[in-house]
T-cell receptor, first 116, second 117 residues
Framework: AQSVTQPDIHITVSEGASLELRCNYSYGATPYLFWYVQSPGQGLQLLLKYFSGDTLVQGIKGFEAEFKRSQSSFNLRKPSVHWSDAAEYFCAVGAGLTGGGNKLTFGTGTQLKVEL | GAVVSQHPSWVICKSGTSVKIECRSLDFQATTMFWYRQFPKQSLMLMATSNEGSKATYEQGVEKDKFLINHASLTLSTLTVTSAHPEDSSFYIC?????????????FGPGTRLLVL
């Protein structure tokens, strides 16, 4: 069974500083990987996704993530954080999406706080 | 585009009562909708997958008689928590997959917070 670990429950960065949120996954086949952001009162919004190809994936709002198979990681990065980036971030792995499955397995989330 | 709404956004009920939560895709049709549950400081856990016009598929450990799911149209799915107990208090989130889009695509609602007293 697939699983996702987000080691950092809370992260605080200063506005303008760089950001890296960690995500490690466990899955027996080629993973489908996602990063979502959740702001209070809003639904999860997809930031980016990786299926295949280039291991460095660009997303919305200036975010990027790099898939590293050898480390089973899919860390999210942003070179310069804005105060509006404060939110909760979820990493997810999709199981069997090409084989007819539907299931997304989420990590426990990382709460990002941005100091002005 | 691709907006999913949930109603109510929060609900408080007495133990033993039933609560219905609605999930609507506002600007697209959804063949498949998903229901998740999120406990504080824990990840979203998939409860069930529903396809319009057919019975929902429940994840292992989820009681289908307690969590009734109806997906009667391409824009509406409902989750009814029957005979709710305090341990059912949680944050319930739905998502919807647009008709004709790939399996990797889901749009999420803002969630419904349920408190059972």
């Amino acid at each position: 069974a697939q699983s996702v670990t987000q080691p950092d429950i809370h992260i605080t960065v200063s506005e303008g500083a760089s950001l890296e949120l960690r995500c490690n996954y466990s899955y027996g086949a080629t993973p489908y990987l996602f990063w979502y952001v959740q702001s209070p009162g809003q639904g999860l919004q997809l930031l980016l996704k990786y299926f295949s190809g280039d291991t460095l994936v660009q997303g919305i709002k200036g975010f990027e993530a790099e898939f590293k198979r050898s480390q089973s990681s899919f860390n999210l990065r942003k070179p310069s954080v804005h105060w509006s980036d404060a939110a909760e971030y979820f990493c997810a792995v999709g199981a069997g999406l090409t084989g007819g499955g539907n299931k997304l397995t989420f990590g426990t989330g990382t709460q990002l706080k941005v100091e002005l | 585009g691709a907006v999913v709404s949930q109603h109510p956004s929060w609900v408080i009920c007495k133990s033993g009562t039933s609560v219905k939560i609605e999930c609507r895709s506002l600007d697209f049709q959804a063949t498949t909708m998903f229901w998740y549950r999120q406990f504080p400081k824990q990840s979203l856990m998939l409860m069930a997958t529903s396809n319009e016009g057919s019975k929902a598929t429940y994840e292992q450990g989820v009681e289908k008689d307690k969590f009734l799911i109806n997906h009667a149209s391409l824009t509406l799915s409902t989750l009814t928590v029957t005979s709710a107990h305090p341990e059912d208090s949680s944050f319930y989130i739905c998502s919807a997959r647009p008709l004709g889009q790939g399996r990797e695509t889901q749009y999420f609602g803002p969630g419904t917070r349920l408190l059972v007293l």
